[in-house]
């Protein structure tokens, strides 16, 4: 059937006055302007899945970027494929890269890497590909749900696909550890697909609880999804609150089995959390961060029309502390008290306002730095699964009104195509950024020259061009390039121990051994949990042969954390350089008790048992075994 695109608005007009028509228990309004069936629309799932093609293809071809290497190729849990399934679920999310507790439970995503690296293959392709295949089953289910939602085929479609090309939704596509957030969002799709299948049998409702556990393994956002159902249920279908609540039991059920895992899982108690990741860490408590966490919540509602110069950093000092009485502040309150009352006057005529307000709110609760601080003071990604509402809710207004706008339905409908070109535009060109992370921290430079991280990482751009080169002149201009950047990070946040700790590698290139040193011991008066810096000037104590030196920071290092690879490798280095062989013996063995794949601990032992020791046959042994670890 051929369809002329500039009638579509005509249609939506006619079937919003029938939807308006049912909640009045008036006749409904006679659609004369195309006939039109369910079977005419079976491909705008194709048309959202091929606008993602389009959008996305180019992502197949891009590197690790960012933080995938901690979920990827740094990860020794992920890596293992299948063999390390079991590990993924029984250990904390960092755990498998940093071998330390943390206080995030996401299986889910680092299952699926696993899986996707034994099946096809370690490589940046393989997990974009499937990112992009998440993402088109995301897009597909939302508009699905949208038409349980008693929206029509043609709004359904309008909604899905202003949200499938949004350029907010560039950083969960393109980075490969954002998969986190499409999971928890495909996860609350199936189940939300599943609570209003008109089949209400057992099979759909462990589809739904299927769902709901999918989101959970993947994000905590997920613990705000058990609201959503049941709020669209009461709103929509005017369903009674007695019948909700016997319709919630499974998925409480299902929360209660989450976090008995949970609990038996060893996590951190603490985030860590420092000024540096959230800037709100300088409010003193809910009552003083809730003007900036408010003003947050408009900014995103504002990137959300207007998203242009985007930035895959919002930290300290890129957003401005807010009091009760500063300006942006009460503008901010007065929008939202607006569209408030807007909800409360429309909502009963488009209960879907409510819904995508509701929705709005509620995922966005976890990140909004209202209820509890997070780990990050504002991101790209925390839009993910908000967005989604506030697309019904734009929509929803434009459904209350659409017979009051002044333009004709025909340049409401060009209008929309513009939209969606300027859209698709910026998500194409934001793409790119992800390529690698030279892009990335040239673009963070660029969109957040006031941030302390960019800053940092653009510096560490630098360092990373400088340290494989071999003209001397060449490398010293880049090197003095990458400590100016440092530099600017530390002005803006003095303690940042990590720029602090780069600092130290910038002047070891350069041969500044002063200088790295106190770069080093700056890192660690910032944050005395910062076993790394004490590393790193142990050995700069080591190539100097002061080993007894390096044996009190590395020993210093253990109190901090006794189960790192290269605090004990390196300590047995210090030993063996003070001829304490046995001392440096034990310290190899725990090296190669921490990490069995390294060849490092087991050459040492060999070279103490043949060259120190004497010991011929032990020196074979061990040569024996580091042929094994090559294998």
Request: charged share 15%; glycine share 4%; net charge positive.
């Amino acid at each position: 059937m051929k369809i002329n695109f500039l009638y579509t608005f005509d249609t939506i007009f006619v079937e919003t006055q029938t939807m308006h028509a049912k909640a009045k228990n008036q006749a409904p309004v006679k659609i004369d302007t195309f006939k039109v069936t369910s079977s005419n629309y079976w491909y705008f799932p194709v048309i959202l899945g091929f606008a993602i093609l389009i959008l996305y293809g180019q992502t197949t071809s891009f590197d690790y970027c960012g933080d995938d290497v901690l979920v990827t190729t740094g990860n020794q849990y992920v890596k293992q494929g299948f063999g390390g399934i079991k590990k993924i679920f029984s250990h904390s999310y960092m755990h498998g890269y940093t071998a330390e507790a943390d206080p995030l439970y996401r299986p889910m995503p680092l299952l699926t890497y696993a899986i996707e690296g034994q099946l096809f293959g370690f490589s940046p392709k393989t997990h974009h590909v499937w990112n992009i295949i998440y993402y088109i089953f995301c897009c597909i289910s939302f508009y699905y749900f949208l038409k349980k939602l008693q929206f029509t085929h043609i709004i359904s479609f309008a909604i899905a696909l202003l949200f499938t090309i949004h350029p907010l939704h560039t950083e969960v596509v393109s980075n490969i550890k954002s998969r986190d957030e499409i999971l928890a969002f495909l996860g609350l799709l199936i189940m939300l697909n599943a609570y209003f299948n008109q089949k209400q049998s057992l099979l759909w409702k462990c589809i739904g609880v299927f769902g709901f556990f999918i989101a959970l393994l993947s994000k905590e956002i997920a613990l705000s999804f058990i609201a959503i159902p049941l709020l669209i249920d009461h709103f929509s279908f005017k369903t009674d609150w007695k019948i909700l609540a016997k319709k919630t039991v499974p998925y409480l059920v299902t929360l209660g089995f989450f976090l008995i895992i949970r609990f038996t899982i060893d996590l951190s108690n603490t985030d860590k959390l420092t000024l540096l990741e959230n800037s709100l860490m300088q409010c003193n408590g809910i009552i003083d961060r809730f003007p900036t966490a408010f003003y947050i919540l408009f900014k995103y509602l504002v990137l959300f029309i207007f998203p242009f110069n985007l930035s895959y950093d919002y930290s300290y000092n890129q957003i401005p502390i807010q009091s009760y009485f500063s300006f942006p502040f009460v503008l901010c309150l007065l929008a939202f008290i607006g569209m408030v009352y807007y909800v409360f006057k429309y909502f009963k005529t488009t209960p879907s306002l409510a819904i995508g307000a509701l929705w709005f709110l509620i995922t966005i609760s976890i990140t909004s730095n209202i209820i509890f601080l997070t780990g990050a003071t504002m991101a790209e990604r925390f839009m993910f699964t908000p967005s989604a509402g506030i697309s019904i809710f734009i929509f929803a207004v434009f459904l209350t009104h659409h017979d009051k706008i002044p333009f004709s339905k025909k340049y409401q409908t060009i209008l929309y195509a513009i939209v969606l070109v300027l859209f698709s535009i910026s998500t194409y060109t934001r793409n790119k950024v992800w390529k690698n992370d030279k892009e990335l921290f040239i673009s963070g430079i660029q969109s957040a020259p006031e941030s302390a991280r960019t800053n940092m990482f653009y510096g560490r751009y630098f360092y990373n061009e400088a340290k494989p080169m071999t003209n001397i002149q060449q490398k010293s201009i880049l090197l003095d390039s990458a400590i100016l950047y440092y530099q600017k990070a530390l002005r803006i946040y003095p303690k940042f121990h990590v720029a602090h700790h780069f600092l130290g590698w910038a002047y070891r290139e350069k041969n500044m051994k002063n200088e790295e040193k106190i770069a080093y011991k700056n890192a660690y008066e910032s944050d005395t949990s910062y076993y790394p810096a004490l590393i790193s000037l142990s050995i700069a104590e080591l190539k100097q042969e002061n080993f007894i030196e390096a044996i009190r920071l590395l020993e210093k290092s253990k109190t901090v954390n006794e189960n790192s690879y290269d605090t004990n490798y390196n300590l047995g280095l210090a030993f063996r350089g003070n001829k304490q062989y046995q001392e440096a013996i034990s310290s190899y063995l725990k090296a190669h008790q921490i990490n069995p794949a390294r060849e490092e601990p087991i050459s040492q032992l060999i070279k103490i048992y043949r060259d120190d020791l004497n010991k011929l046959d032990s020196a074979l042994y061990y040569n024996e075994l580091i042929k094994k670890i090559k294998r």
